[in-house]
C-alpha cells in the first residue's frame, strides 16, 4: 500500500511541473526563440560557437606575457575591439574628432 501513496504523490509532482512549464511558456512566450524559423530562414547562426571563440581569443590577448590591465583599460579595448568588428570604428572615431572641443582651431 506504502507504493501506492508514493506513485499518487509522483503522479501529483508531474502534473504540478507540467503545469508550471504551461505556465511559464504562457509567460514568456514573446521572449522564447523560434530556432526553427531562424534555422529554415538562414537567417543566423544560432550556436554559441562563435562568440565561445571571441570571448576566449580576448582573453588571450589580455593575457600576454608582461601586460598588465586595469579593469577600465579591459572595457576600453573591448569597447574599441567591438567597434572595429562591427563597421562603427572610424564612424566613432570621426564623429569624436568633429566634436572634440579641444580639436578645434
Given at each position: ?77 573591448l569597447q574599441l575591439r567591438s567597434a572595429y568588428l562591427n563597421g562603427s570604428l572610424l564612424a ?14
Amino acid at each position: 500500500m506504502g507504493c501506492v501513496h508514493s506513485v499518487i504523490k509522483y503522479a501529483d509532482l508531474k502534473k504540478k511541473s507540467a503545469q508550471n512549464l504551461i505556465n511559464y511558456i504562457k509567460k514568456h512566450s514573446e521572449r522564447i526563440v523560434n530556432y526553427e524559423y531562424f534555422s529554415q530562414e538562414s537567417l543566423c547562426s544560432i550556436g554559441s560557437g562563435a562568440v565561445e571563440s571571441a570571448v576566449k581569443q580576448i582573453g588571450k590577448r589580455l593575457k600576454i606575457s608582461g601586460a598588465q590591465w586595469k579593469m577600465e583599460n579591459v572595457s576600453r579595448m573591448l569597447q574599441l575591439r567591438s567597434a572595429y568588428l562591427n563597421g562603427s570604428l572610424l564612424a566613432n572615431i570621426f564623429a569624436k574628432v568633429r566634436c572634440s572641443p579641444s580639436l578645434l582651431p
